[in-house]
């Protein structure tokens, strides 16, 4: 599935950052380049797949 | 009133915070590894800031701000940030929505930048509802 990355900045500056495709910590990652560009938080929505990873990485335990 | 006064803001980055002024009109902004004198209308070195002088690294100039403004700033601080210098006369153009504004043609082109030094692939610009969607194509493996 593409990686597709989806910011908006609304009127006040601030923005949100909208992840598709990523799975696991790709998606930390690429939220904390937006956190550090701008110096403060990124609000993220993560999609169904950011937990995939987590769940395969729990049933090989 | 001339009397400046010191606006925290985010900004890091001194060539996305130039070309967001540009963006705003500002066709001439000066640029200074060592902060430079800033002036009142009349051409007066101001004091009120600092009894040595109010200096800014990043300087729009009165005559470009236009009218009978004061030079408007951006002072390095020590944690990195450029602080605006804003006269309390050029309160009325340099206001809250100008400031929201150029804020996000900043945040804007520090996107851009960041994308371009990840090597994300920008598919395009819209405004919706009066926000900017910006978005890119992730192809790196992880």
């Known amino acids: 599935m593409a990686k597709i990355i989806t910011v908006l900045i609304d009127e006040a500056g601030d923005q949100s950052v909208d992840l598709a495709g990523y799975q696991g910590k790709g998606c930390a990652a690429v939220q904390k380049a937006f956190e550090n560009a701008i110096g403060k938080s990124v609000k993220a929505v993560k999609k169904p797949d950011y937990f995939k990873q987590a769940k395969t990485n729990t049933l090989q335990r | ?142």
């Open chain 2, 1 to 142: 009133m001339s009397e400046y006064h010191l606006q925290q803001t985010q900004y890091k980055d001194r060539s996305c915070l130039v070309a967001a002024l540009i963006d705003m009109g500002y066709g001439t902004v000066e640029v200074h590894d060592v902060a430079q004198q800033l002036f009142d209308f009349q051409g007066r070195a101001t004091h009120y800031l600092d009894k040595n002088g109010d200096k800014a690294n990043v300087i729009v100039r009165r005559n470009v701000v236009g009218g009978a403004s004061n030079d408007l700033g951006f002072s390095l601080q020590p944690d990195g940030t450029y602080a605006a210098i804003v006269s309390d006369y050029d309160n009325h153009k340099h206001d809250t929505g100008w400031m929201n504004a150029l804020k996000r043609s900043y945040v804007e082109k520090v996107d851009m930048k960041l994308a371009k030094k990840n090597g994300l692939q920008f598919l395009g610009r819209k405004v919706i509802g009066g926000k900017i969607q910006l978005q890119y194509l992730d192809t790196r493996s992880n």
